[in-house]
């Protein structure tokens, strides 16, 4: 199955979220993997975070009327960053006139939805017109070896490529040789740490405040984050540890949502390997957070040299 992801959010200094959560809730249903960004969110943060998580597209919503400069300078970035093929999609009701609705698509905006596309499509045909829209492969499956060798410029696409060759069960010995190779070749000595615990006990919010420590105290360091949230049975997944994790914004630190998919368990399918390429591309820390699940298993065991397990308060 080829999965969309789409990064979702509402324009700067815009709080109307409503539309875009209504609209990220019907992708998910309709088994896209949705890295949500929550609202007042800048181009340059949507655009980042599209590239990192080798998104298919992106969707935004813009009510404070600045629709054309954000829309505009989004695409842009997409070209000057070679990632023009990520496609943009807007919204923003009566507020997007149509002489700008066209504006803004013979710009390169894939496609501004306007309430009369909303009356004639209704919200799930707009949402399954963008889906089909983005569904692409984006990365090349041969090209595992290339990635490598420029991983500092195509982590994102070496990721995409592991995850999918494993889940597809296309992963092979010479795949697994050639990691290990790259990674011996990196002599990498960072450190790895596992975070787990029952959903809703804190572990994002622990996560940003190691991330703010970390960055405040290491300034010549970099770090990556694997944040890991379960796929719904039938369904997508909504992937919203960047709403919580405020301090990801940064050089120096980068971090891949990832859905659990077919597997079941805390983590995904590929973790070991997608822990070898943050090593090979040179992290210093690697930070390892489990969809959330009971005591029993923590899931990162044998996979992190750190284990943290966090609890509620009631627990003492």
Request: overall charge negative.
């Amino acid at each position: 199955m080829d999965y969309v992801r789409i990064v979702t959010a509402t324009s700067l200094f815009d709080g109307h979220d409503a539309s875009i959560n209504i609209m990220r809730r019907i992708m998910q249903d309709l088994g896209a993997e949705v890295i949500h960004l929550a609202h007042n969110r800048s181009a340059y943060e949507i655009v980042q975070t599209a590239i990192e998580e080798d998104a298919n597209a992106i969707a935004v919503t813009s009510y404070q009327g600045g629709h054309m400069e954000f829309f505009k300078y989004m695409h842009d970035l997409l070209r000057e960053k070679n990632a023009s093929q990520i496609r943009i999609f807007g919204g923003g009701g009566g507020v997007i006139t149509p002489n700008e609705v066209k504006e803004l698509e013979d710009y390169g905006i894939t496609k501004i939805f306007t309430p009369q596309d909303g009356l004639k499509m209704g919200l799930k045909g707009m949402v399954q017109y963008l889906i089909d829209k983005s569904r692409f492969k984006t990365y090349e499956e041969d090209n595992l070896k290339c990635y490598l060798e420029n991983v500092d410029n195509k982590l994102h696409k070496a990721i995409s490529l592991v995850e999918d060759l494993i889940n597809s069960g296309k992963w092979s010995k010479e795949h697994s040789d050639l990691i290990d190779y790259y990674l011996d070749k990196a002599k990498s000595n960072s450190v790895t740490i596992g975070l787990s615990g029952v959903g809703g006990a804190g572990k994002s919010s622990l996560i940003d405040e190691v991330i703010r420590y970390f960055k405040n105290e290491f300034t010549d360091k970099r770090m990556a984050i694997l944040a890991i949230d379960p796929t719904k049975r039938g369904k997508g997944a909504l992937l919203g540890d960047r709403v919580r994790l405020n301090s990801v914004p940064d050089e120096r630190v980068y971090m891949r949502s990832m859905a659990t998919r077919s597997f079941i368990g805390p983590v995904v399918k590929s973790s070991d390997q997608i822990i070898k390429l943050f090593k090979i591309a040179g992290f210093d820390l690697i930070l390892i957070e489990t969809a959330g699940i009971g005591q029993a298993d923590i899931g990162t065991f044998g996979k992190a040299d750190l284990n943290v397990y966090v609890m509620t308060p009631e627990y003492g």
